[in-house]
Each structure stands twice: as structure tokens, then as C-alpha cells.
């Protein structure tokens, strides 16, 4: 990804600017397709941001955001927090198990579960500190060998063993799309998903897509690059 991005790249009122349009499209989007947009929740993405380059959407009101490290995260959250204790944080990127204490620490909501050996170090961590950490399973739509993710065919056995065997909080399911190919069959097929195993969230959809994963069900969209600018 390089190196973080500073608050001088891309200026405080820009920022603001971008969030606001951002809101609109989703608010357009929702109105377009017979959706309630309280029912559609903005994960602003402010992996590799800097402290300084997201305070101006947090000062615009802004409080679901989405970071993809653990340690990232750990270097500029708990600060920003100290301002804005009412941000919810979600971990949307790949996590090791021996992290999972410090992302059960850090994390409101974990969207990226792919197998076992996760979910049960984040039951372990919820366990031994008291506390319910909402999870998401993240699904390999593609069948793409080098992205996360549990196949479509391992799922259902996987969420068995996250609310049965462990008591893990499964709240949705969480995808992303083969960049190389039309992204609506696979927030069609993640829907489906969620349909069939009872579950009421779905997180699809980034900057250049997020309106066709409202028109297919999403509730979370996760957008970076359009608030924040390129990384």
C-alpha cells in the first residue's frame, strides 16, 4: 500500500466535501432502489490515513470506520478515541491469530472470520475479557486462490461452528469481488448466502461500487479512496 498518507495530501475540507457526496450518492442510492438508509451503514476506510488526515471526517460526524491492521490501528485509534469515544471501528482486513487479543481490544466489530483457527482465538479473547465482538465471515466469492476468505462450499459448516461450538456473535457475511470481473453476480451470490443461513448483514461494495451492492442487499459499504483520495 506505501507509505501512510498525511493530512497535507489531501486537504481537511476536501475530506468533508467527499464524505458529504459520499453520503448523498448513498442516500440516492437507497431512494433508487426502495431501500431505507438507515438501513445502509458507511464503513469509511482510513486504512493507511494518517491520525491527521481522518480528524476531518470524524469532526464532520463521521463514526464507522474500517482499518486492515491491527497494529495500524493501534497506533492512531486509541488516541482519536479520547476525542470521539462513539466510534465504532471495524477490522476489515486479514487477521492472525496470535493478534486476536489486541483486535478484540481494538475492534468493535471483526468483519473478516475466513476459518477456524480464527474464530476460536477471537472466542477465546471475547471469553477471557468479557466482551461480545460482533463478527462478520468473510466469503471467497471468486474462488481466488490467493485472496481470504472461506470457499462458498465451506461456509455453512464454518457459521455451525462460530454461534454453536464457540458462541461466536455472527451478525453477516463480508465480500470482495475479483477486480477483474462484473462485481454484481458475486453481491447477488453473498446475499443469497446470508438468505439461506439466517443472517441479516451483508458488507459489499467499495468506491467504485458501492451503489450496485445497495441495489443487491448491502449494509455495509466500505469506502476509502473517494472520502480520502488515492493511496
Known amino acids: 500500500m506505501g507509505e501512510n498518507v498525511t493530512a ?3 486537504p481537511g475540507k476536501q475530506v468533508s466535501g467527499n464524505l458529504e457526496q459520499v453520503r448523498h450518492a448513498i442516500a440516492r442510492a437507497c431512494a433508487d432502489f426502495g431501500r431505507d438508509p438507515a ?3 458507511l464503513v469509511c476506510v482510513s486504512k493507511t490515513f494518517e491520525a491527521e488526515a481522518i480528524l476531518p471526517a470524524l469532526r464532520a460526524g463521521q463514526r464507522v470506520f474500517g482499518e486492515n491492521r491491527v497494529q495500524e490501528a493501534a497506533g492512531k485509534w486509541p ?13 476489515i482486513g486479514p487477521l492472525q491469530s496470535n493478534k486476536a487479543e489486541q483486535a478484540v481490544d481494538l475492534f468493535d466489530v471483526i468483519q473478516t472470520v475466513d476459518r477456524l483457527k480464527i474464530a476460536a482465538a477471537i472466542a ?8 461480545v465482538v460482533p463478527c462478520f465471515i468473510q466469503v471467497n466469492t471468486g474462488a481466488e486462490s490467493q485472496k481470504a476468505g472461506v470457499s462458498v462450499e465451506d461456509l455453512p459448516a464454518l457459521v455451525n461452528a462460530c ?4 458462541g461466536l456473535k455472527i451478525e453477516g457475511l463480508m465480500c470482495i ?3 477483474d470481473r462484473p462485481v454484481a453476480p458475486h453481491f447477488a ?5 446470508a438468505h439461506d443461513l439466517g443472517l441479516q448483514k451483508l458488507s459489499m461494495g467499495m468506491s467504485a461500487d458501492f451503489e450496485q451492492a445497495i441495489q443487491l442487499g448491502a449494509t455495509h459499504v466500505r469506502v476509502g479512496s473517494a472520502i480520502f483520495g488515492s493511496r
Do not use: I, S
Not at 479520547?82 to 471501528?89: G, I
Not at 477465546?124 to 466482551?131: A, D, G, L, R, S
Not at 451470490?189 to 448466502?193: A, E, G, S, T
Open 39 to 41: 438501513e445502509v451503514d
Open 8 to 10: 497535507d495530501e489531501v
Open 124 to 131: 477465546e479473547q471475547c471469553q477471557k475479557k468479557n466482551k
Open 189 to 193: 451470490l453473498l446475499h443469497r448466502l
Open 163 to 166: 454461534r454453536h461450538d464457540l
Open 79 to 91: 488516541a482519536l478515541r479520547e476525542q470521539f469515544p462513539d466510534v465504532e471501528l471495524h477490522l
Open 177 to 179: 469481488p475479483p477486480f
